[in-house]
């Protein structure tokens, strides 16, 4: 917002431009750009990949002023569209402070233009000007920066000329009032709030999702995550441009149930136990498991070749494991631990077991092979554990929602298929890399084009698929490359801010491959787990306890979250997984029992 003159100076002024025989602006010149000032926030304006938002200091003019970070491939641009008159000047320009900051107008019909300047650490105007087309009713202005450089300042930005409104024609709307929530279900909530007179359409603003277009002053809001508070804005619009949002109105989703399996604990401990192998952890006897573990995934269920489907699981051979249970005491130790509560699963796949259910054959012989194993054992459930090159999407299965990839709909019918044979106490886990799902935010298997790497996001029609019947996802955030979050920032592992930007994206939902019209819904708090390696020798990117103790904190209570900012806070957050419960052993049962520390185990 600019300040006004004082009354002197502006009189001053006004004598010297009369006595200067300068011409006065035209009776219906007018600034055109909405919020210009930033003094609503980002209200009427669009700032790519969320890269824009609002501060209160440096300013130019006002209390508020846009600061916008460019980030990887983004310039953090942020635009308007404003209605124009056809055939006529317009000045545009705005007060601005960085690096290098441009300021532009496309779709003016004629010539669009742009301008910039590097003014780090003060302020500087920008100013050009442009004539529209002799059929041209609206223009999009913008500021950005530029690639791999600082955040930048925008302030006061203004577009002087003919007001296409005049006497007569569209005035913008005003905020809507009235705005009401309440949640219909675990998933959704219900809005709505008072018509706006001359509105055409309205917005739901809800933070770090897409915003929501109707027609109607009401809409219902879909995908959220249960025992979790939203809070939502509305906008209304017409020709003549947006308002500002509506004061803001909040929500609650109730707990859901759903998922496969009940009995686990509201916080829980999930390892992996090295059982059919050994390596330099050591073998860990069944009945050797200490309490604290309350999910034991056997390691691994593996097949008898990458397409044949047939699952086989056989105990660590005695010349491998010198100490290994037999098999009648295997199976009595199983039955203990599930006395105690516990639930022991078969785990499929593995770094070296890859399986592809590339025909109904092999789908049906998974079911049969893995039915086999759970009976046998006397076992709770299954852990898909499926890496490398098992799953991958075929060139042209672009949507998540409705896969046509043999080995995706194999696995899905055949998941579907163990879970109808077993019954609502079916565990259902997996442990997929990040490369399979939150790559998904950038990438979706080979692209609408090819040329991708066909696995990337290659779980989430797998996930998507079962979200009713899974128990737990807990993706691996290690042995893994720097993955994009939400604030479009790329993040590394080793520290908290990985695990909080990967969990947050689980618990939030996000567009696939950035496609709004495709996002992949937020899971519930209590099927997510973070998985991480439990000592520095069982995986790249091990986290200390203090860091996973921040990432906790981060994402149950919204304290240590660092420089990231979560979508919410989940308290219902179901725990951690570990590779392994082997590995904890050998370093000490450093792992767990920080998660007995934290969540009073």
Not at 27 to 56: H, I, K, M, P, Q
Not at 362 to 380: C, H, N, Q
Not at 581 to 592: K, L, M, V, Y
Request: net charge negative; charged share 15%.
């Amino acid at each position: 917002m600019r300040r006004a003159l004082p009354l002197l100076t502006a009189a001053a002024l006004a004598v010297a431009g009369f006595l200067a025989a300068g011409p006065p602006a035209a009776a219906a010149d007018a600034d055109l750009v909405r919020n210009g000032g930033f003094e609503a926030g980002l209200a009427g304006w669009s700032c790519s990949g969320g890269s824009g938002t609002v501060v209160t200091t440096p300013v130019h003019g006002g209390s508020s002023a846009l600061r916008a970070t460019p980030a990887g491939q983004d310039n953090a641009r942020c635009s308007q569209t404003v209605t124009v008159a056809p055939d006529s000047t317009y000045t545009l320009g705005a007060w601005v402070q960085g690096a290098y900051v441009y300021l532009g107008a496309s779709g003016t019909g004629t010539t669009d233009v742009s301008t910039w300047t590097q003014t780090p650490g003060a302020w500087k105007q920008l100013t050009t000007t442009f004539r529209t087309g002799p059929s041209t009713t609206s223009v999009t202005v913008h500021t950005h920066g530029w690639y791999g450089q600082p955040a930048h300042l925008t302030d006061d930005l203004t577009l002087v000329g003919p007001d296409p409104g005049g006497p007569g024609g569209p005035q913008l709307p005003a905020a809507p009032t009235g705005l009401t929530a309440s949640a219909t279900s675990s998933t959704s909530v219900a809005l709505t709030w008072s018509a706006v007179p001359g509105a055409t359409s309205y917005t739901v603003h809800r933070d770090g999702a897409a915003p929501l277009s109707v027609t109607a002053a009401s809409a219902a809001v879909t995908g959220l995550t249960a025992a979790t508070t939203y809070t939502f804005r509305v906008s209304a619009a017409n020709a003549a441009g947006t308002s500002p949002q509506s004061a803001p109105a909040t929500a609650t989703t109730p707990g859901g149930g759903g998922g496969g399996g009940g009995g686990l604990p509201a916080h829980a401990l999930v390892g992996y136990l090295h059982a059919s192998f050994a390596n330099g952890s050591g073998y860990v006897r069944m009945a050797d498991v200490p309490a604290s573990w309350d999910v034991i995934n056997l390691a691994f269920g593996e097949p008898t070749s990458v397409t044949s489907g047939d699952i086989r699981f056989r105990l660590c051979p005695v010349a491998e494991c010198p100490n290994v249970e037999s098999e009648a005491e295997f199976k009595a130790a199983v039955k203990a631990k599930q006395a105690n509560g516990k639930k022991v699963l078969i785990s499929i796949g593995g770094q070296n077991g890859q399986v592809q259910l590339a025909s109904t054959a092999a789908r049906d012989t998974f079911v049969s092979s893995v039915s086999k194993i759970i009976d046998e054992y006397g076992l709770d459930g299954l852990d898909i554990d499926f890496e490398g090159h098992s799953l991958s999407l075929a060139t042209g299965d672009t949507d998540f929602r409705a896969p046509t990839t043999p080995v995706i709909v194999n696995l899905v019918s055949a998941v579907k298929t163990l879970k109808a044979k077993y019954g609502p106490g079916f565990v259902l886990t997996m442990a997929p890399e990040t490369f399979f799902v939150q790559l998904g935010y950038q990438y979706y298997g080979s692209g609408p084009w090819g040329g991708q790497d066909p696995r990337a996001g290659a779980y989430l029609p797998v996930i998507h698929a079962l979200r009713d019947d899974l128990t737990l996802l807990h993706v691996q955030d290690y042995n893994s490359g720097s993955i994009m979050g939400l604030d479009n920032q790329y993040h590394s592992m080793g520290g908290a801010d990985f695990h909080i930007a990967m969990t947050d994206m689980l618990l939030t939902g996000f567009p696939v491959a950035g496609n709004a019209a495709r996002v992949f819904p937020a899971l519930r708090p209590d099927q997510v787990a973070i998985g991480l390696p439990a000592t520095t020798d069982a995986g790249n990117g091990h986290t200390s306890p203090t860091e996973v103790t921040k990432a906790l904190n981060c994402l149950t209570k919204k304290t240590d979250c660092g420089t990231y900012r979560t979508h919410g806070t989940w308290p219902g957050l179901r725990g951690l997984m570990t590779w392994s419960i082997n590995w904890d052993r050998f370093g000490g049962w450093e792992f767990s029992r920080n998660f007995d520390a934290y969540f009073g185990g």
